[in-house]
C-alpha cells in the first residue's frame, strides 16, 4: 500500500509539502534558533551589566575631585589630631611640660613613673602614676593648667592625703594616674 502522490490532486501534495515543511521549520527553530536565543540573551544581559558598571565608573570619575578634596581635608584633620593624639611616645617633652606646670606654683615632684603601654584598637594608652605634695588650690590649678594641654590628659585614681611632712607649705599629699594616648597610625611605639 505504497503512496503514489501522482495519483492524488495537486493540492494534496502541496499540503504533504507545507506539513513538512512546517515541521522541519519548527525542529530546526527547537534545536538552532532556541540555542542562539538563549545566547543572545545572554549577550544582551551582559551588555546591561557592563553598560551599568560604565555609568557607575563615570559617576565616580565625576565624584573624584570632590573625593580627593575630602581626603585633602581628612589629612589636615588627621594632622590636628595627631598633635593631639601624637603617633609617638614624647615622655621627655611631657615630662620637661610637666616639670614646668609644677614650678610654676607650690607644688613639689615625688614621682613620676611611666607605666606601660595598654593596647586599645586604634591606639595605645599610655599611664603614668604621679606623686605631688602641695596645696589643695595649687593641685587643683595643676589640672586646670593640665587641661589646657595640647594633648589628651586624662587624670584618675586620684588619691589626696594630709601631707606627709608638715613643713607649712605643703598641706596635701596627692597621688593619681595620668593616662595619655598615643595614636597606632604609624607605628605607635
Known amino acids: 500500500m505504497a503512496l503514489d502522490i501522482n495519483e492524488k490532486p495537486w493540492y494534496v501534495a502541496l499540503i504533504i509539502g507545507l506539513i513538512l515543511g512546517v515541521i522541519i521549520f519548527a525542529a530546526a ?55 593631639i593624639l601624637p603617633t609617638a611616645k614624647e615622655t621627655p617633652v611631657l615630662i620637661k611640660r610637666l616639670k614646668q606646670l609644677i614650678e610654676r606654683g607650690s607644688l613639689r615632684f615625688q614621682r613620676f613613673t611611666p607605666g606601660g603601654f595598654v593596647d586599645q584598637n586604634y591606639y595605645y594608652e599610655w599611664p603614668i ?8 588650690h595649687e593641685l587643683g590649678l595643676f589640672f586646670d593648667r593640665l587641661s589646657s594641654f595640647s594633648r589628651i590628659i586624662n587624670v584618675d585614681e586620684l588619691k589626696i592625703s594630709p601631707a606627709r611632712d608638715k613643713d607649712g607649705t605643703h598641706t596635701i599629699h596627692a597621688t593619681f594616674t595620668q593616662r595619655t594616648f598615643i595614636y597606632k597610625g604609624d607605628g605607635g611605639q
Request: negative net charge; proline residues 2%.
Open 129 to 136: 602614676a604621679v606623686e605631688l605634695d602641695g596645696t589643695y
Open 29 to 83: 527553530h527547537m534545536y538552532l534558533f532556541e540555542d542562539m536565543k538563549a545566547e543572545i540573551e545572554g549577550l544582551e544581559s551582559e551588555i546591561f551589566e557592563l553598560e551599568r558598571e560604565i555609568e557607575k565608573g563615570r559617576q565616580a570619575k565625576a565624584d573624584l575631585p570632590r573625593l580627593e578634596e575630602d581626603i585633602r581635608g581628612y589629612e589636615l584633620e588627621l594632622d590636628r589630631l595627631t598633635k
